[in-house]
């Protein structure tokens, strides 16, 4: 029998933002345990939260670059339950009336896994949302040998909860969709998303059901993911795992799981609680939210999206969908290379600049584009001197090579260096003369038809102008010359 996968993912992203949600406490990764901590989100008696504006804008920004629904008017709801890691015994959440709803998030090849591009099962799909809201985040457990420490450092912490509709349907799409999120979050400037700080973490919903059954199977939630090929892993372990139960005629119930990465496996952490299980109600001591200003700022912080840039880049400059997309997929690469783009002739030519030689020597030198030693336009130059025949190709490797490790401009590294490219045709055609006149049995071999005789002589040529002769032209003078 066969088997389909129903997935859905709730995705929580910690807003980017110099304080918290409801107190001034400052947001921020690494400082040492429980310094940025205040009676509110210790959640102390008498203490009343006080709204951070900027996350409230962040999250309709967020709900407009997804596509979402905006709500008039939402409000904040108390989420009740009893865990070490929240101070009050409660979250504030929301419940029934969020700031975003519905939206989408749109899957691009080069956002799957590398080896699941060339067979994707459904190309540009979108992924639909069921809503975004806004909530605190909670303190951080600190697990040791006979003991567990909290740290509440990140309890407060703004954080988005965006939840997707069961419409995944595969490890690799999960993938594809946390990979266009993020890079839309960052794009957005809301989150750096930066899962090993925390900043995104994923809850997945994975239910497994035969074929030819309409309805549904149990949903079984994998818990507190924190790492996007984590996440693939987890699901296809799970997915194998539902499949082998039922074939054994087992009865799968809802549930809780975590994931080991080390085991490669989940394992039952509790029964699923349901959503009265939390007992909400609004929170007193909130006061709705209507969005009509918040919206207005939000509207103008819409960034070009990925996928309005990859588009304009393959219009505009002339390149690849690949190109445009590894360009894209990078907000500093793609001002990068639009920098270095906007003077060059052939753009395709500085992409090709860009996506080999620099990102090889920076990631071998271990820098990122924004400690890159050549400036965008100093790229432009080189690109520019190449194209316009004063230095050779191979060249252009050894100046690039020079201004990498100098940070000099290509110019000045031509003429410090003195390998400006001869393309002067009366100095090549003298030249080419010499040759011919030294070497009578090659030239008479390519006479008789032997073509690779042509490159012995352009060899020549290049070695007696002490490699400065323009190559493509000194090919063409002495093929000219030879068939006179």
């Not at 419940?95 to 709803?101: F, I, K």
């Not at 304009?312 to 894209?328: C, H, K, M, N, S």
């Amino acid at each position: 029998m066969k088997y389909i996968a129903t997935i859905g993912l709730e995705v929580h992203v910690q807003l980017k933002t110099r304080s918290k949600m409801f107190c001034a406490c400052s947001v921020e990764f690494g400082a040492a345990p429980n310094t940025h901590t205040c009676p509110v989100c210790l959640g102390l008696p008498g203490a009343l939260p006080v709204m951070n504006h900027e996350a409230l804008r962040m999250t309709v920004l967020t709900g407009l670059m997804l596509d979402c629904e905006i709500a008039p008017i939402s409000k904040f709801d108390r989420k009740n339950y009893f865990y070490p890691d929240m101070p009050k015994n409660y979250q504030i959440s929301q419940y029934d009336m969020p700031l975003c709803a519905n939206g989408r998030v749109p899957l691009h090849d080069l956002a799957y896994p590398k080896d699941a591009q060339k067979n994707i099962a459904t190309p540009d799909k979108e992924v639909h949302l069921v809503r975004i809201h806004l909530e605190e985040d909670v303190a951080k457990s600190f697990h040791f040998e006979t003991s567990t420490g909290i740290d509440f450092n990140r309890a407060g912490t703004p954080l988005m909860e965006i939840v997707t509709q069961p419409e995944i349907n595969s490890p690799e799409e999960a993938f594809a969709f946390l990979t266009s999120l993020k890079q839309i979050l960052i794009y957005g400037g809301v989150s750096d998303a930066d899962m090993e700080k925390g900043q995104l973490r994923c809850d997945c919903n994975v239910s497994v059901r035969p074929e030819k059954q309409a309805e549904l199977g149990a949903k079984i939630e994998i818990k507190n993911m924190n790492s996007i090929s984590g996440v693939r892993r987890a699901l296809a372990f799970e997915i194998q795992r539902q499949t082998e139960a039922l074939e054994r005629g087992e009865k799968l119930q809802q549930e809780t799981r975590g994931w080991d990465d080390a085991a490669g496996e989940t394992f039952v952490m509790r029964t699923k609680e349901s959503a009265h299980d939390y007992r909400y109600f609004p929170d007193p001591d909130l006061v709705p939210v209507k969005s009509e200003v918040l919206l207005a700022d939000a509207r103008a912080r819409v960034p070009e999206l990925p996928k309005a840039k990859r588009a304009r880049f393959i219009e505009q400059y002339q390149i690849t969908p690949y190109d445009a997309g590894v360009l894209a997929d990078d907000v500093d690469l793609a001002r990068y290379f639009e920098t270095a783009a906007k003077g060059a002739k052939k753009p395709k030519n500085v992409a090709n600049w860009i996506l080999n030689d620099l990102q090889s020597a920076l990631s071998t030198s271990g820098k990122t584009i924004n400690d890159c030693p050549i400036p965008p336009e100093a790229l432009d130059e080189l690109v520019n001197l190449i194209e316009s025949g004063k230095i050779s190709g191979k060249q252009g490797k050894e100046v690039f090579a020079e201004m990498f490790s100098s940070g000099k401009g290509a110019a000045a590294i031509v003429k410090e260096k003195g390998i400006e490219q001869l393309s002067d045709t009366s100095a090549i055609e003298k030249f080419c003369d010499e040759v011919i006149a030294a070497n009578p049995k090659p030239v008479a071999d390519f006479k008789a038809g032997n073509a690779a005789s042509l490159n012995f002589l352009k060899g020549q040529v290049m070695k007696l102008s002490k490699g400065k002769a323009n190559p493509q032209l000194a090919g063409e003078i002495l093929e000219r010359k030879l068939r006179s």
